[in-house]
């Protein structure tokens, strides 16, 4: 299993990313997926997850209104568009999936890889 994120970088606030992550070795259509963020002395936070079922999307209160997942299955690919973003937002983002597609609304996430770090300047 593999879950390679990219897109990462510096942003000034208010500015914009989109995050996109590849995925290979599992059979993509069989799992929700999302994201979780992780930053320096900080728990790990669900942030978005998009199940396989009927491609329900989730959101944690901290990014509803910001943050957009979306996922190509002909791709392999789920993407993180981030708009309006705040220094808080700053953080190490991972693409993950869940064991169940249920696991989604509690953004409980089984599998991930590499992240990519984003970093919001004030």
């Known amino acids: 299993v593999q879950l390679q994120a990219f897109g990462g970088g510096f942003v000034q606030t208010g500015g914009s990313l989109t995050l996109s992550c590849a995925a290979s070795?599992?059979?993509?259509?069989?799992?929700?997926i999302g994201w979780f963020r992780q930053a320096p002395g900080k728990e790990r936070e669900g942030i978005p997850c998009?199940?396989?079922?009927?491609?329900?999307?989730y959101y944690a209160d901290s990014v509803k209104g910001r943050f957009t997942v979306s996922r190509d299955n002909a791709k392999n690919t789920v993407y993180l568009q981030m708009n309006n973003l705040k220094p808080e937002d700053t953080a190490v983002y991972y693409c993950?999936?869940?064991?169940?597609?249920?696991?989604?609304?509690?953004?409980?996430?089984?599998?991930w890889g590499q992240g990519t770090e984003v970093t919001v300047s004030s």
């Open positions: 070795g599992f059979t993509f259509t069989d799992y929700a």
């Open positions: 998009i199940r396989r079922s009927d491609g329900s999307t």
């Open positions: 993950a999936f869940p064991r169940y597609d249920t696991s989604c609304l509690a953004f409980d996430y089984h599998y």
